[in-house]
C-alpha cells in the first residue's frame, strides 16, 4: 500500500475449515499451512496485520471504522440484534462511535458538501487494537504473520487512555494487529457472540460489501475530541486507507463485480427466527474478552 498518507503491506489471515475440520480439504501453499498452524490453538477467526510508516502526522483523533455505501433498513427485530451487537462492542471499547447513516432531512446540498455521516461504527486505532509495536529507525522489524509481541502494560495504557496516547510520527514504522472471534469472513457470519446463536452479516447489511477504513477526524485535538464527541460528517475526515470486504456469494457492488461479473448472491437479509427468539426472551449478560482470543 502506498499513498499521500502512508506507505506499508497488509498481511490478512483468516481461519479457513481446515483448522477446525480434519475432513477438510487442506491447503497446498506452505504459507496456507503455516496460517492454518498460527490460527489453530487461537480462538480468533481472522486476524488482520498492519505495517505503516507515516508520511504524513495526523493532528487530530483517528479512528478505525467499518461502514457500508448504502444505509441500513432496520425493522424492530434486526434493531434490537444491532442493539445487542452494539453493547457487546461497546463494552470493549469505550471510545466507540457509530451513525446509522443520513438524517431523513438530509439535502442534496449536504450530500454534495459532506455534510452527512455514513452508515458506520468506529473506534480510536489506539484503543482498538490488538496489538502496537512501535519499531524505531534501525530496529528488527516484526516479523509479519507471527504473533506481535506487547506488554500487557502498553496494551491496557492504550485501552485505557485512547486517542492521543501514541506518538505518531514519520519517524518509526508501526505494526499493528487487529483479530476477533465473532467475525467469520469466509462464513460471512457473526458467531461466538454471547447469548446470541450464529447469523449472517447480510442481516444487518443486506448484500453490500464491507469496508474497513483509517481516517482522521481533522481540524479538531484528541482533548477537545474526547470532550465534545462531534459526529464524523465526511467532510470533517481524511481517510488514510480504505478495504473492501466482499463475499463471492453473499455480496454484490463494489470490486466484487469487478472481479467475478454480474453473480448471483444468496440474500439472507431476515433474522433467523432462532435469533429473534433469543433476543425477544432476554440475552445473556455480555461479558467480553478480546485479549484471549
Known amino acids: 500500500l502506498d499513498n499521500d498518507c502512508f506507505s506499508g503491506e497488509v498481511f490478512l489471515m483468516v481461519r479457513t475449515p481446515d483448522v477446525d475440520d480434519p475432513k477438510s480439504l487442506k491447503p497446498t501453499s506452505e504459507m496456507a499451512l503455516q496460517i492454518s498452524d498460527y490460527i489453530k490453538p487461537r480462538l480468533r477467526r481472522f486476524e488482520f496485520q498492519f505495517r505503516v510508516k507515516l508520511k504524513k502526522v495526523p493532528t487530530g483523533p ?42 431523513k432531512n438530509t439535502s442534496q446540498a449536504d450530500f454534495d458538501s459532506g455534510n452527512y455521516e455514513k452508515t458506520h461504527l468506529s473506534f480510536p486505532v489506539e484503543a482498538s487494537m490488538d496489538r502496537i509495536v512501535i519499531s524505531k529507525p534501525g530496529d528488527e522489524l516484526p516479523k ?111 470490486l466484487s463485480d469487478k472481479i467475478y461479473g454480474a453473480h448471483a448472491v444468496e440474500a439472507e437479509t431476515e433474522v433467523p427466527d432462532d435469533v429473534a427468539e433469543d433476543i425477544k426472551n432476554g440475552v445473556a449478560e455480555i461479558s467480553v474478552d478480546n485479549s484471549k482470543n
Not at 69 to 94: E, F, H, W, Y
Not at 154 to 179: E, F
Open 144 to 254: 509479519m504473520g507471527q504473533e506481535l509481541v506487547e506488554t500487557p502494560e502498553s496494551v491496557k495504557r492504550r485501552r485505557k487512555l485512547g486517542a492521543g496516547c501514541i506518538d505518531w510520527n514519520t519517524d518509526d514504522t508501526y505494526t499493528m494487529c487487529l483479530w476477533s472471534a465473532y467475525m467469520d469472513w469466509i462464513q460471512w457470519k457473526t458467531l461466538n457472540v454471547p447469548g446470541l446463536r450464529p447469523f449472517s452479516l447480510g442481516v444487518m447489511t443486506g448484500t453490500q460489501p464491507v469496508y474497513l477504513s483509517v481516517y482522521e477526524v481533522k481540524n479538531i485535538s484528541n482533548e477537545d475530541y474526547k470532550k465534545d464527541r462531534p459526529p464524523h460528517k465526511r467532510k470533517d475526515i481524511d481517510i488514510f486507507c480504505r478495504l473492501e470486504y466482499s463475499h463471492q456469494t453473499k455480496t454484490k457492488g463494489g
Open 62 to 103: 483517528l479512528f478505525l471504522g467499518c461502514d457500508v455505501d448504502q444505509p441500513i433498513k432496520v425493522g424492530r427485530v434486526t434493531k434490537g440484534l444491532a442493539s445487542v451487537c452494539l453493547a457487546m462492542i461497546k463494552r470493549i471499547n469505550g471510545g466507540f462511535h457509530c451513525s446509522w447513516g443520513p438524517e
